[in-house]
C-alpha cells in the first residue's frame, strides 16, 4: 500500500487534476458528481491517469464506495 509522503505527493496531484477536470467539465461538479479513483492510491492507482478516473454521484460515493475500500484497507492492515 502507498503510504507516507508518496502517499502525500499522490494526493495533491489528484487534487490538481481533479480541479482541473472539474474547471473543463463543470457541469459534472453541477451535477453533483465526483471523481472517484477506479484503483484508489492507497492500492497504486494513479492520483492522474483519466483512465482511472470515474465520476460517481458524491451521494454514493461517500456512502457506498470509500467506505468499501476503507474496509478493504483495514481487512489488509489486519485492523478491526
Known sequence: MVGG???ADALAAKRAIN???NRELPLWRSAGLE???ITPIKF???PTDLANK???PAGFHRSQ???WW???QRSI???P
Open 70 to 72: 476503507n474496509s478493504l
Open 77 to 79: 492492515q489486519g485492523a
Open 35 to 37: 471523481w472517484h479513483e
Open 65 to 67: 464506495v470509500t467506505p
Open 5 to 7: 509522503a508518496e502517499y
Open 54 to 56: 470515474i465520476p460517481l
Open 19 to 21: 480541479a482541473a477536470i
Open 44 to 46: 497504486g492507482g494513479s
